[in-house]
């Protein structure tokens, strides 16, 4: 699956001059596509992180990717977010149907 082309495709885009880094830019992304531009979005992303507004902002406007124990925190929380990053790590998840 072509991360960058399933986003895109949903209708969030970042800028072209804002691609400079892949994994902010599809970090983005995944965020877009799991929440929208709601205040109330960025405010449920700080909940989880305790990032400030500010940060938030960033990571969903394409301007920066969130790291560390932030990326781990919205990895938890966001299935779009963990499937970026591992798809980006060339990881993949096989889910099992035999329940």
Known sequence: MNVA???????H???PARKTN???????EALHEEFDDTHRAIKMAMGWTGA???AVKYWFSCEWGSI?????TL???SDAVL??????AGRHIVED???
């Not at 560390?68 to 781990?72: C, H, K, R």
């Open 5 to 11: 082309h399933s986003f895109a495709a949903k209708g």
């Open 13 to 15: 885009v970042c800028e």
């Open 22 to 28: 892949r994994l902010s830019n599809l970090h983005s």
């Open 52 to 54: 400030s507004e500010r």
């Open 68 to 72: 560390g124990d932030y990326l781990i």
């Open 75 to 77: 990895m938890r929380h």
């Open 83 to 88: 499937y970026v990053v591992l798809a980006l």
């Open 97 to 99: 149907t035999d329940d």
